[in-house]
């Protein structure tokens, strides 16, 4: 049965995900912002979406771009999860999942070490 959860209480678990993030790492987070979104009308499986250009991609004269997007996307995993402890490590790693592709590491990394 899946996790009901209010709006509010998943922001929060998100915001608390980026928090837990050394400060060394968000610092160096440029041009990026984090949405919340009930799911990805194209894939309504995923968990999360970075779209934008990693850091590790930009060149010199990167300039005059949109504010990278990492959306994390409530209602599958709230889906997925029997637990609200599920739901809070389910949205760690994919908040950290999402943040690692802004930093230019791409799934295989991520999924090797334990981060989706």
Do not use: K
């Amino acid at each position: 049965m899946p996790v009901h959860m209010s709006d509010v209480e998943f922001e929060e678990l998100v915001g608390d995900a980026l928090d837990a993030i050394p400060t060394e790492f968000t610092d160096a987070m440029s041009n990026v912002v984090i949405l919340i979104e009930p799911f990805n009308p194209e894939s309504r499986g995923i968990l999360g979406l970075y779209s934008g250009v990693a850091l590790t991609e930009r060149t010199h004269d990167y300039a005059g771009f949109l504010p990278d997007t990492i959306t994390i996307y409530r209602e599958p995993i709230l889906a997925m999860c029997h637990t609200r402890a599920q739901v809070v490590h389910e949205v760690a790693v994919t908040v950290i999942h999402e943040v690692g592709h802004h930093f230019g590491i791409d799934d295989e990394w991520l999924h090797a070490h334990g981060w989706g």
